[in-house]
């Protein structure tokens, strides 16, 4: 069967009122099922646990939105021998065969969007564009790694010599650890369980601690495909009882993981330990976040800059690895620009994220309200506060809501400019000129993504030399990388320059196996 071109999925259009009543009709379909209960999935056979992990509401945390079975580190092990059985017929099966689980999977999920968009509002408190773009976005995983994967198929191009015959080809490695977080919590997880399933290798997938139920979603999904048994096993649980132990087993050939600087620095070491047993160096393909600037000089178009700003800076409340958490601005502009994005930024509507009215919804728990609220009483007392740091800490009742603050004269070097903060909190920094903006937003162990708002051609051509991030944008806003046109993966801190959604990224996922035969 012939394969359509790739293409994006397109966003759905929520201006348009029978789009609205889908969603909603999806909402309350899925709020009828909120509290059910999700097992572990080892081998093809689902298992309950005695203790679960009950997945809330965000917005709501009294809510509870599952309750989800938590594995152990015995899971781990078996589910490690039932993926290394599964592997040694799943890398048998020819690329474009397993590709076509993919397109299978892309289907399902296309007919399945609203409702998985409703988990999404729900459980990870995304507002209704950001809840389709992060379906939208796992279909295009699924379609584009599965053309990748038919691509990557064919003989490698060699150099034949006389009287032989010389033969390349790509084999997957074996089975890997799937560590995927919250904030894509269908997108990436789809992303960086497809390219490694495709590749011909097996997986254990432990899904973020607050939106497993997403997770299990996906895992039907690939049930509903028609994924083999074994090739994909599902081990929730929490990350300190069995995470260390999935990373460090030597059975385990890969990790493949998105989440904080601090944890995937963790991964690497531990998995860089050789285990008695262990029969090669395990791969770790990471992605840690950043510290992310947008740049404005004087010629800027500042109405476009501003907007710029505020929707990379507050889009899913702050929290995504591309965020823009620095605005540095030449002091020509810099009242300007502060001003417009001062006024953009009034006009949020903060609240529950199943309100198609709010463009922000809570911040995704406890843990992360609190970590958010510190760096905003800090910036109270060593900067100042231009606009919000309100918060509602009612747990049970109102929410991890946290208005979009914006701190203004932040000095470089500081803790409010330097460390990640995942939350929808913003500095805006003076800078004496370009030059000097530049040398600013470099200033940073990170290295993701970056805008430059300019119409001077040389400073344009400046950035794209020395900006030293891995993606940069030119005056457009610092997130929305899209797959299949926008590689995505950063330098430094921010990971081990993998490019997801790019031509090679399932190289991540394989081997090169070189034969000579001589006649």
């Known amino acids: 069967m012939a394969i359509a071109t790739y293409r994006n999925e397109p966003l759905t259009d929520f201006t348009q009122e029978s789009n609205r009543r889908l969603l909603e009709e999806a909402l309350r379909t899925v709020k009828a099922q909120l509290g059910g209960r999700y097992t572990l999935l ?3 056979v689902r298992q309950s646990t005695a203790e679960e992990n009950a997945s809330t509401n965000p917005g709501a945390p009294s809510e509870v939105v599952g309750y989800v079975a938590k594995a152990t580190k015995e899971h781990i092990d078996e589910a490690l021998d039932a993926a290394w059985r599964a592997f040694d017929k799943w890398k048998r099966v020819p690329g474009p065969a397993r590709a076509r689980y993919l397109y299978k999977a892309a289907a399902v999920m ?7 968009s409703a988990w999404e509002v729900l459980e990870a408190g995304k507002t209704w564009a950001e809840a389709d773009a992060d379906v939208a976005e796992a279909i295009d995983f699924l379609e584009y790694y599965g053309r990748s994967m038919e691509r990557l198929s064919r003989p490698v191009e060699l150099t034949p010599l006389p009287g032989e015959e010389d033969t ?15 904030n894509f919590p269908l997108a990436i997880l789809t992303g960086l369980s497809s390219s490694a399933m495709v590749a011909g290798n097996t997986i254990l997938l432990k899904p973020a601690s607050p939106t497993p139920v997403i997770a299990a979603k996906f895992v039907e999904v690939m049930e509903e495909a028609g994924i083999p048994a074994g090739v994909l096993n599902f081990v929730p649980g929490d990350g300190g009882v069995i995470g260390d132990h999935l990373v460090s087993h030597p059975r385990t050939r890969f990790i493949s993981f998105t989440g904080s600087r601090e944890v995937g620095i963790r991964i690497n070491k531990l998995a860089a330990e050789h285990q008695i047993g262990q029969r090669w160096i395990k791969r770790v393909i990471a992605e840690m976040g950043g510290k992310d600037a ?18 990379s800076a507050f889009g899913f409340q702050g929290q995504k690895c591309s965020a823009c958490s620095r605005a540095i601005i030449a002091d020509s502009v810099y009242d300007q620009v502060l001003n417009r994005v001062l006024e953009l930024t009034r ?4 609240g529950a994220a199943d309100d198609y009215a709010n463009q922000m919804g809570p911040v995704i728990d406890r843990k992360a309200f609190d970590k958010i609220s510190g760096y ?3 910036g109270r007392e060593n900067s100042k506060l231009a606009l919000g740091g309100e918060r509602e800490q009612a747990p049970g009742q109102k929410g991890y809501f946290i208005n979009p603050t914006i701190f203004q004269d932040v000095a470089p070097g500081s803790k409010l400019e330097q460390e990640e903060i995942f939350g929808p909190v913003l500095a805006f920094i003076r800078a004496r000129d370009f030059e000097d903006a530049l040398d600013i937003a470099n200033d940073t162990e990170y290295g993701l ?6 119409r001077r051609r040389d400073r344009i051509e400046r950035a794209m030399d020395d900006f030293e991030i891995g993606n940069l944008y ?3 806003k610092c997130t929305g990388a899209v797959v299949g046109s926008h590689p995505f993966g950063g330098f430094n801190m921010s990971g081990t320059d993998s490019k997801t959604g790019s031509p090679e990224y399932l190289l991540q996922f394989m081997q090169m196996k070189s034969i000579a035969e001589r006649y």
């Open 42 to 44: 080892i081998g093809g």
């Open 110 to 116: 296309r007919r399945r969007k609203f409702e998985l």
């Open 168 to 182: 390349a080809y790509y084999v997957p490695l074996g089975v890997g650890a799937i560590i995927p977080p919250w």
């Open 294 to 311: 947008i740049v404005v000089d004087e010629t800027a178009d500042l109405e476009a800059a501003a907007v710029g700003i505020v929707q």
């Open 347 to 350: 006009a949020l509507k903060v």
């Open 376 to 378: 905003i009483d800090w």
């Open 449 to 454: 993504t970056g805008s430059v708002y300019s």
């Open 474 to 476: 030119i005056n457009r």
